[in-house]
């Protein structure tokens, strides 16, 4: 089942924050987060495992709530580069499918 | 390889006419998935494939699409009497697979993409 992203969209400028939500009505093992720039792939930025933590790539983090089902990634200080769309990837077991939600399309502007 | 490849990068079909796109994945990626892109869309899972388990094929949308992976390495997605609603990016994705090598951390690659487009 495909999680769920709020928002759809976030237009932002140099150095504010956001928050990107994703949540599930399965019980997961896992969730990652990617971002994909207009005409490319997707690319890795974290995963978030069960019984894990709360993961930080520079100045992207992100946190799991695996009772609610429900992760959270947070971009502080937001930069021109960080624009472009963000999913999050689920799995229900380990070893189970990557079900990708929606998408969050983000704009950083000047 | 260095990374996932997928052939061909772009492909232009008449309607009806069967199509059939690669992919490589990264050698030793035992998890191999195929997903849609439309325009402006999200990415929609088509089918799964685990090492020698057989396939999850659940996102598949008709009897038209089938995949194959041959050797646990390439794999081939077929569209037979392409529609026009089968225009869209597919994207192959590689990982480890969690279970099988008892690996925490892992995280899918991407290939380029193949952009469908049927006329």
């Known amino acids: 089942q495909q999680p769920v992203q709020s928002p759809q969209a976030v237009i932002l400028r140099e150095g504010e924050d956001a928050v990107i939500n994703c949540s599930s009505s399965?019980?997961?093992?896992?969730v990652h987060w990617y971002r994909q720039k207009h005409g490319e792939a997707p690319v890795f930025l974290m995963i978030?495992?069960?019984?894990?933590e709360q993961k930080g790539h520079e100045k992207i983090s992100a946190s799991f709530n695996e009772k609610k089902q429900q992760s959270s990634l947070y971009l502080t200080a937001s930069q021109l580069s960080y624009s472009g769309t963000y999913f999050c990837?689920?799995?229900?077991?380990?070893?189970?499918?990557?079900?990708f939600g929606q998408g969050t399309e983000l704009s950083v502007k000047p | 390889g260095a990374g996932v490849s997928q052939s061909p990068s772009n492909k232009v079909t008449e309607k009806g006419k069967d199509v059939e796109l690669r992919c490589d994945p990264i050698?030793?990626?035992?998890?191999l998935y195929w997903y849609r892109q439309s325009l402006g869309q999200g990415l929609e899972f088509l089918i799964y494939?685990?090492?020698?388990?057989?396939?999850?094929k659940s996102g598949l949308p008709s009897d038209r699409f089938s995949a194959e992976r041959t050797g646990g390495s390439v794999s081939t997605l077929t569209i037979q009497r392409t529609q026009q609603e089968d225009s869209a990016v597919y994207l192959c994705?590689?990982?480890?697979?969690?279970?099988?090598?008892?690996?925490?951390?892992?995280?899918?690659?991407f290939g380029q993409g193949t952009r469908l487009t049927v006329v």
């Open positions: 978030l495992l069960k019984g894990g």
């Open positions: 494939f685990q090492g020698n388990s057989a396939p999850d």
């Open positions: 050698s030793g990626h035992t998890a």
């Open positions: 990837g689920t799995e229900e077991h380990q070893g189970g499918k990557l079900i």
């Open positions: 399965k019980a997961l093992y896992s």
């Open positions: 994705a590689s990982s480890l697979s969690f279970a099988w090598q008892g690996l925490q951390n892992t995280e899918a690659f």
